[in-house]
C-alpha cells in the first residue's frame, strides 16, 4: 500500500532558490494577474481551498499555521483580502479543508477535526460567527480526504475516507438537525483517498476518489437513491492515481483528472462517455512533465480546464485547457512568480480561472492569481487601483496610481504582439502617456511594484 508519506514527497522538489528561468514569448505571459497582494495569508497556509461566494468574490479556506494550524477563511473586497469572522475559528488543528457556499450565500468549511478524535466537522459563518453544521466530530471513523458540495436543493454534504483501517469511502448528509448517512456506511471496495464529491445537474451525488480495493486506481461511484454503484469500471485508470478531482460539464458528462503513475506522473484527464471512460484529448499524460496537484474545474462554457504544479517549468503554476482538439497552456506554462504547492482551480462567475496555492519560498503563505483574457474587452472593470483614462484614449492616457500599493510602480506597455512599446520606472501617484502615433487597437498595461501585479487594457481610436 502506498502511504500518504510517499505521495508527499513529490512535494518537496530539489531545487535552488532563487532566480528561475521563465518562459516569456507574447503578451499572454502578462494576463495572469495577482488577485489583490501576493502572500496575503497571515503566516503559512496549508490545504488552501478557494470557492467564490453569490457575489462573485473569491474566498479562500486554508489552515493557517500563524493561528494554531487551525481554519481561517479570507475574502476579496474588490482591493484587499480580509478575514471572514475571526482568524483560526475552530478548536484544535485540521486537515483537509474544503470549503463551498451554501444557496443563502453563507460559507461552509468541511475538515478533519483534531480536537474531536480526527473525526470530521463542518462549520459555517452565520454572519457574526462561526458555528458548527450539526454535531462537532460527526463522522464515526475518522475522516480524511473530506469533501463538501452542496445538493440542488441546498443540503450540505461530507465525503471522506483514508488510508486507515475500515476508513473506506462513505458520504454523509445534513438533514437539517443532524448527519445522517447517503446510502451505505464505508461503500467502497477499500479504502477511499483523494476524495472529490460533486453533483450532476439532475442532483445526483457523485464521488472520485483513488480505489485501495482496486490497486489504488481511480473509481467513481454516484448514489442512485437507494445504493451507491459504480459509474463504468471500478478502477479505470492505467496505474495508480493520486490528487483525483472530479467535475460535470454543463451537460452532465462526468470528468476525472490525476496525477497518472502509469504515465511518469503526468496529469491525465477521463470522461464518462455513457459506457467507458476514456481519455479526454485521446492520450493519457496531458501534461510535459509531472504534474502535482492536478485541480480539475470546467468552465461555464463547458471547457475542462487543469491547474498544476509543473515539474517541466521550474515546479510553478501552470494551467492547461482542452480547446476542442488539443490540451494547450492558458497564457504561459509556469507563470507564478515562484515554485508553488497545492494549487487549487475555481471559476469566476464571469468565467475567469482564478488558481490559488502557496509559495515555499515565501514562508508558505497563499496566494491567487487570475486569467485576464485580452478578448474579455476594454469595457470590463480594471484591477483595483489601476486606473486608466480616457479610454479609448486618442493623444494622452493618463494613468493613475494613487490607490495602488507600494513605492515604486514599474508600468509596460504591450501591443497584443507582444512588442514592449513604453517602460518607466516612477514614485509618482499619477504618468501621462503620449499614445497619439500608437496604431489604432487595444494595448496591454502592466504595473508591477513590490507588492502587487497587475494589468489593464485600453483601446486607441
Same mark, same amino acid.
Given at each position: *500500500?502506498?502511504?500518504? #508519506?510517499?505521495?508527499?514527497?513529490?512535494?518537496?522538489?530539489?531545487?535552488?532558490?532563487?532566480?528561475?528561468?521563465?518562459?516569456?514569448?507574447?503578451?499572454?505571459?502578462?494576463?495572469?494577474?495577482?488577485?489583490?497582494?501576493? /502572500?496575503?495569508?497571515? %503566516? =503559512? /497556509?496549508?490545504?488552501?481551498?478557494?470557492?467564490?461566494?453569490?457575489?462573485?468574490?473569491? /474566498?479562500?479556506?486554508?489552515?493557517?499555521?500563524?493561528?494554531?494550524?487551525?481554519?481561517?477563511?479570507?475574502?476579496?473586497?474588490?482591493?484587499?483580502?480580509?478575514?471572514?469572522?475571526?482568524? %483560526?475559528?475552530?478548536?484544535?488543528?485540521?486537515?483537509?479543508?474544503?470549503? @463551498?457556499?451554501?444557496?443563502?450565500?453563507?460559507?461552509?468549511?468541511?475538515? #478533519?477535526?483534531?480536537?474531536?478524535?480526527?473525526k470530521a466537522s463542518v462549520m459555517k459563518f452565520d454572519n457574526t460567527n462561526w458555528v458548527y453544521v450539526g454535531s462537532r466530530g460527526f463522522s464515526d471513523i475518522h475522516a480524511n480526504y473530506t469533501s463538501l458540495a452542496f445538493s440542488p436543493s441546498g443540503e450540505?454534504?461530507?465525503? $471522506?475516507?483514508?488510508?486507515?483501517?475500515?476508513?473506506?469511502?462513505?458520504? *454523509? =448528509?445534513?438533514?437539517?438537525?443532524?448527519?445522517?448517512?447517503?446510502?451505505?456506511?464505508?461503500?467502497?471496495? %477499500?479504502?477511499?483517498?483523494?476524495?472529490?464529491?460533486?453533483?450532476?445537474?439532475?442532483?445526483?451525488?457523485?464521488?472520485?476518489?483513488?480505489?485501495?480495493?482496486?490497486?489504488?486506481?481511480?473509481?467513481? *461511484?454516484? $448514489?442512485d437513491g437507494t445504493n451507491w454503484v459504480n459509474v463504468g469500471s471500478p478502477g479505470f485508470s492505467a496505474g495508480e492515481a493520486y490528487w483525483t478531482c472530479l467535475d460535470f460539464t454543463p451537460s452532465g458528462e462526468p470528468y476525472v483528472s490525476y496525477m497518472d503513475?502509469?504515465?511518469?506522473?503526468? @496529469? &491525465?484527464?477521463?470522461?464518462?462517455?455513457?459506457?467507458?471512460?476514456?481519455?479526454?484529448?485521446?492520450?493519457?499524460?496531458?501534461?510535459?512533465?509531472?504534474?502535482?496537484?492536478?485541480? #480539475?474545474?470546467? &468552465?461555464? &462554457?463547458?471547457?475542462?480546464?487543469?491547474?498544476?504544479?509543473?515539474? @517541466?517549468?521550474?515546479? !510553478?503554476?501552470?494551467? *492547461?485547457? $482542452?480547446?476542442?482538439?488539443?490540451? +494547450?497552456?492558458?497564457?504561459?506554462?509556469?507563470?507564478?512568480?515562484?515554485?508553488?504547492?497545492?494549487?487549487?482551480?475555481?471559476?469566476?462567475?464571469?468565467?475567469?480561472?482564478? +488558481?490559488?496555492?502557496?509559495?515555499?519560498?515565501?514562508?508558505?503563505?497563499? &496566494?491567487?492569481?487570475?486569467?485576464?483574457?485580452? !478578448?474579455?474587452?476594454?469595457?470590463?472593470?480594471?484591477?483595483?487601483?489601476?486606473?486608466?483614462?480616457?479610454?479609448?484614449?486618442?493623444?494622452?492616457?493618463?494613468?493613475?496610481?494613487?490607490?495602488?500599493? %507600494?513605492?515604486?510602480?514599474?508600468?509596460?506597455?504591450?501591443?497584443?504582439?507582444?512588442?514592449?512599446?513604453?517602460?518607466?520606472?516612477? =514614485?509618482?501617484? =499619477?504618468?501621462?502617456?503620449?499614445?497619439?502615433?500608437?496604431?489604432?487597437?487595444?494595448?496591454?498595461?502592466?504595473?508591477?511594484?513590490?507588492?502587487? !501585479?497587475?494589468?489593464?487594457?485600453? /483601446?486607441? !481610436?
Amino acid at each position: *500500500m502506498k502511504t500518504l #508519506l510517499y505521495i508527499l514527497t513529490f512535494f518537496i522538489p530539489v531545487v535552488v532558490c532563487g532566480q528561475l528561468n521563465r518562459y516569456e514569448s507574447s503578451p499572454l505571459d502578462y494576463l495572469w494577474v495577482n488577485v489583490g497582494n501576493a /502572500c496575503f495569508s497571515p %503566516g =503559512r /497556509c496549508y490545504w488552501p481551498s478557494l470557492a467564490f461566494n453569490s457575489s462573485g468574490q473569491p /474566498c479562500l479556506a486554508f489552515r493557517d499555521h500563524e493561528n494554531g494550524r487551525k481554519v481561517t477563511v479570507m475574502q476579496f473586497d474588490g482591493t484587499n483580502w480580509l478575514t471572514i469572522g475571526p482568524a %483560526g475559528f475552530n478548536e484544535g488543528p485540521t486537515d483537509y479543508i474544503s470549503l @463551498a457556499f451554501g444557496p443563502s450565500g453563507e460559507p461552509y468549511v468541511a475538515f #478533519l477535526d483534531s480536537a474531536y478524535s480526527l473525526k470530521a466537522s463542518v462549520m459555517k459563518f452565520d454572519n457574526t460567527n462561526w458555528v458548527y453544521v450539526g454535531s462537532r466530530g460527526f463522522s464515526d471513523i475518522h475522516a480524511n480526504y473530506t469533501s463538501l458540495a452542496f445538493s440542488p436543493s441546498g443540503e450540505p454534504y461530507v465525503a $471522506f475516507g483514508g488510508h486507515c483501517a475500515y476508513n473506506n469511502t462513505t458520504v *454523509m =448528509r445534513f438533514d437539517g438537525t443532524s448527519w445522517v448517512y447517503v446510502g451505505a456506511v464505508a461503500f467502497s471496495a %477499500g479504502s477511499g483517498l483523494f476524495m472529490s464529491l460533486a453533483f450532476d445537474p439532475t442532483g445526483q451525488p457523485y464521488v472520485a476518489y483513488q480505489d485501495a480495493g482496486n490497486l489504488f486506481k481511480s473509481t467513481v *461511484m454516484k $448514489f442512485d437513491g437507494t445504493n451507491w454503484v459504480n459509474v463504468g469500471s471500478p478502477g479505470f485508470s492505467a496505474g495508480e492515481a493520486y490528487w483525483t478531482c472530479l467535475d460535470f460539464t454543463p451537460s452532465g458528462e462526468p470528468y476525472v483528472s490525476y496525477m497518472d503513475q502509469a504515465n511518469s506522473y503526468k @496529469a &491525465s484527464v477521463m470522461k464518462f462517455d455513457g459506457t467507458n471512460w476514456v481519455y479526454v484529448g485521446g492520450t493519457p499524460g496531458v501534461t510535459e512533465g509531472q504534474a502535482v496537484n492536478p485541480s #480539475l474545474a470546467i &468552465s461555464p &462554457s463547458g471547457e475542462p480546464y487543469l491547474a498544476f504544479v509543473d515539474y @517541466a517549468h521550474t515546479y !510553478n503554476a501552470s494551467v *492547461m485547457k $482542452f480547446d476542442g482538439t488539443s490540451w +494547450v497552456y492558458v497564457g504561459s506554462p509556469g507563470f507564478s512568480p515562484e515554485y508553488v504547492q497545492y494549487t487549487t482551480l475555481a471559476f469566476s462567475p464571469s468565467g475567469n480561472p482564478h +488558481v490559488a496555492y502557496y509559495e515555499p519560498n515565501n514562508f508558505s503563505k497563499a &496566494s491567487v492569481m487570475k486569467y485576464d483574457d485580452v !478578448n474579455a474587452g476594454i469595457n470590463e472593470p480594471q484591477e483595483p487601483g489601476l486606473n486608466l483614462y480616457p479610454n479609448p484614449a486618442t493623444n494622452y492616457l493618463t494613468i493613475d496610481l494613487k490607490k495602488v500599493p %507600494g513605492i515604486v510602480k514599474n508600468i509596460e506597455v504591450y501591443n497584443l504582439t507582444g512588442e514592449k512599446i513604453f517602460e518607466i520606472q516612477s =514614485r509618482e501617484d =499619477r504618468i501621462n502617456i503620449d499614445v497619439e502615433k500608437y496604431p489604432a487597437g487595444i494595448y496591454i498595461v502592466r504595473l508591477r511594484t513590490e507588492s502587487s !501585479n497587475q494589468i489593464g487594457k485600453f /483601446c486607441k !481610436n
